[in-house]
């Protein structure tokens, strides 16, 4: 089956700054990779996704970009705000998605220094 | 978005006792849903996919005895913790993909079941 892996496991990042999360997934049949952002006791809330077809995304100041020859995917979070601070995890996906379900990474704890 | 809808946010329940928790799709049809169980500070593990009319899958190490899935409707799943122990303690979330849709899943609130 899938396996993602996932790191940084903690970012800290100071207020404006980038922040880079990494992903890499084991089956090259996988097709979509959506990455959630999760607060604190909350659900997880996507918020962007690309599929295998593109190489990058972008939508405001999130981007992500895929590597499938090298199988692995990236977000990208440019000027940094405090309320970007969660836990975001990414996942993998070979049907889309939707029967399958998806397989998540470990997730990453960003921190926002202000 | 689509809205899937979880209940109860919070459980504290005694050990020994079964605790239900309903996940609905609220706008949308759901023939399968997926049922997560998350412990503190960590990721989403998928314990079982529930299919509408039929049997639950559960993922390998997931007692099929122990957390009773029921789809019997196409808004509808529920997730039974059966006589539950403190090590039942954790997070469980649902999602369901709308059918159609391009893939995106759609979360539950989450339950925080707390078994003392």
């Known amino acids: 089956g899938e396996n993602v892996e996932q790191h940084p496991s903690t970012l800290s990042v100071q207020e404006g700054d980038s922040a880079v999360i990494k992903c890499t997934y084991s089956?090259?049949?996988?097709?979509?990779f959506p990455w959630y952002k999760q607060e604190l006791g909350k659900r997880p809330q996507l918020i962007i996704d690309?599929?295998?077809?593109?190489g990058e995304k972008k939508d405001q100041r999130i981007a992500v970009t895929l590597n499938k020859t090298a199988k692995h995917f990236s977000l990208h979070i440019t000027e940094t705000q405090p309320e970007d601070s969660a836990v975001y995890f990414c996942?993998?996906?070979?049907?889309?998605?939707?029967?399958?379900?998806?397989?998540f990474g470990k997730g990453t704890h960003l921190i926002i220094q202000p | 978005g689509a809205v899937v809808s979880q209940h109860p946010s919070r459980v504290i329940c005694k050990s020994g006792t079964s605790v239900k928790i309903e996940c609905r799709s609220l706008?949308?049809?759901?023939?399968?849903m997926f049922w997560y169980r998350q412990f503190p500070k960590q990721s989403l593990m998928l314990m079982a996919t529930?299919?509408?009319?039929?049997?639950?899958?559960?993922e390998q190490g997931v007692e099929k005895d122990k957390f009773l899935i029921n789809h019997a409707s196409l808004t509808l799943s529920t997730l039974t913790v059966t006589s539950a122990h403190p090590e039942d303690s954790s997070f469980y979330i649902c999602?369901?993909?709308?059918?159609?849709?391009?893939?995106?899943?759609?979360f539950g609130e989450g339950s925080r079941l707390t078994v003392l």
């Open positions: 999602s369901a993909p709308r059918s159609g849709g391009p893939g995106e899943l759609f």
């Open positions: 089956d090259s049949a996988s097709n979509y």
């Open positions: 690309i599929r295998s077809n593109v």
């Open positions: 996942a993998a996906s070979a049907s889309g998605g939707g029967a399958d379900g998806l397989t």
């Open positions: 706008d949308f049809q759901a023939t399968t």
């Open positions: 529930s299919n509408e009319g039929s049997k639950a899958t559960y």
